[in-house]
């Protein structure tokens, strides 16, 4: 396989996806298990373009992705799959979401793209290449946990981790420069990637939110973990942690790691 012809490939899928949901004619939104939890019209239209095409490029792949149970981790290649990550903000048209794609090989990922179409820029990891946005190589910030800006998820779906995850968001507020919470866990791991944030937390993560960002992060020299000794490995929803090598330590510690 050439892994570079397949990384341009899933760009460009990536790119066209986003285009798909940005020219929108008529937006249906339906709660899948609660008010929090919700799906429209268009993330099944991306999901299935996206489907689509990377079936063109790998016939024999499966699909591991969020909506309509296509939940299958091959023992070759697998695509895992958000084809709108931030529904709600999308649905609000906060104009903050973007379509993630990883391929994995073997259960390990090896490429990972996602896309903001609202600003135009496509996030790409390969297997043993720096990681770029829009071509240009991105790296980590270098700030110590007390200058360090930190993005935290509030786990929508799961509000029974209320309590710690606004626990912990109080001790990285107190402790570090500033926090935030955008709403987009995979452009939230992008932003670590690119030194935009230092660190990046939340206390649950499907895969097809942190996967390709994975990649991403791993080539970017990201630090990660999964809370509680949980394994980044893509089968089950985890807690995560993303951060610069330069205050990872420090805020594994505020968080209780």
Request: with cysteine; glycine share 6%; charged share 25%.
């Amino acid at each position: 396989m050439d892994i570079l012809k397949i990384a341009n490939e899933i760009e460009k899928i990536a790119r066209n996806a986003g285009q798909l949901i940005l020219h929108k004619e008529e937006l249906e939104i339906k709660e899948k298990s609660d008010a929090a939890n919700i799906v429209t019209n268009m993330d099944i239209a991306s999901q299935h373009y996206i489907i689509e095409e990377c079936t063109k490029l790998i016939p024999s792949s499966c699909f591991y992705a969020e909506e309509e149970d296509q939940r299958e981790l091959g023992e070759e290649y697998t695509w895992v799959i958000d084809p709108i990550d931030g529904t709600t903000n999308y649905a609000y048209d906060y104009k903050h979401s973007c379509i993630s794609i990883a391929l994995l090989y073997k259960k390990k990922g090896i490429i990972g793209v996602i896309y903001d179409p609202y600003l135009d820029e496509c996030f790409v990891g390969i297997e043993g290449k720096q990681s770029t946005c829009n071509g240009v190589s991105i790296q980590v910030a270098d700030h110590d946990a007390a200058h360090a800006l930190v993005l935290f998820g509030s786990a929508p779906y799961n509000k029974e981790l209320a309590d710690i995850t606004f626990d912990n968001a109080k001790k990285l507020y107190l402790n570090c420069r500033d926090v935030r919470r955008s709403g987009s866990a995979a452009l939230d791991i992008c932003y670590v990637a690119c030194g935009r944030v230092d660190a990046y937390y939340e206390e649950r993560l499907s895969p097809w939110d942190y996967a390709a960002g994975y990649v991403i992060a791993k080539q970017a020299q990201v630090e990660m973990m999964g809370l509680r000794n949980e394994e980044l490995d893509f089968t089950k929803p985890i807690g995560v942690l993303f951060a610069s090598p330069s205050c990872f330590k420090d805020i594994r510690k505020m968080i209780g790691e």
